[in-house]
T-cell receptor
Framework: QKEVEQDPGPLSVPEGAIVSLNCTYSNSAFQYFMWYRQYSRKGPELLMYTYSSGNKEDGRFTAQVDKSSKYISLFIRDSQPSDSATYLC????????????FGTGTKLQVIP | ETGVTQSPTHLIKTRGQQVTLRCSSQ?????VSWYQQALGQGPQFIFQYYREEENGRGNFPPRFSGLQFPNYSSELNVNALELDDSALYLC??????????FGPGTRLTVT
């Protein structure tokens, strides 16, 4: 079983749609959870960082964590064409930002 | 832009050759991490340097080696290149364990 599972997509949605991106993980040692966004020909950039189970909101983005199910989600409300990118879930080993374990990424396309 | 620069942007090498990739950290950052991102995959951690010392290594063979210089810039060296080494190589700089900022990457093609 892979340590992190993420549907690679691609996922195509119309502008304004609510997008749901998901990852499952098997390593119980993962206690911190991140979402990165990677535009084509760019490096990943940190979108959200959360620790506890439940929801964390930042503008149009909501990160949701269910530690009991080892399942994390990223929701994007009112999606925009500028949201078209690859979204990577990521798991740092011990609360820092280093030596991160990444998912494979989900490629999202928001169609105007 | 993050302030992290990498060179070259693209590189084509032949199997068995050696390659050196370079990373210039964001000003004030003393830690550099290198990742390999194969096509359609997430980045895989190669190793990290903190104040010129290796500070952790992922599951990569010894032919992947690195250096960090006193100005905190860094090099990734790969010897005896294999076809599977074709990937985007990303460096990320940070101040110790704080948030890391990624460069745009170097795309390496091994033929």
């Amino acid at each position: 079983q892979k340590e992190v599972e993420q549907d690679p997509g691609p996922l195509s949605v119309p502008e304004g749609a609510i997008v749901s991106l998901n990852c499952t993980y098997s390593n119980s040692a993962f206690q911190y959870f991140m979402w990165y966004r990677q535009y084509s020909r760019k490096g990943p950039e940190l979108l959200m960082y959360t620790y506890s189970s439940g929801n964390k909101e930042d503008g149009r983005f909501t990160a949701q964590v269910d530690k009991s199910s080892k399942y994390i989600s990223l929701f994007i409300r009112d999606s925009q064409p500028s949201d078209s990118a690859t979204y990577l879930c990521a798991f740092p080993p011990s609360g820092g930002y280093q030596k991160v374990t990444f998912g494979t990424g989900t490629k999202l396309q928001v169609i105007p | 832009e993050t302030g992290v620069t990498q060179s070259p942007t693209h590189l084509i090498k032949t199997r068995g050759q050696q390659v050196t990739l370079r990373c210039s950290s964001q000003s004030g950052h003393n830690t550099v991490s290198w990742y390999q991102q194969a096509l359609g995959q997430g980045p895989q951690f190669i190793f990290q340097y903190y104040r010129e010392e290796e500070n952790g290594r992922g599951n990569f063979p010894p032919r992947f080696s690195g250096l960090q210089f006193p100005n905190y810039s860094s090099e990734l060296n790969v010897n005896a290149l294999e076809l599977d080494d074709s990937a985007l190589y990303l460096c990320a700089s940070s101040l110790a364990a704080d948030e890391q900022y990624f460069g745009p990457g170097t795309r390496l093609t091994v033929t």
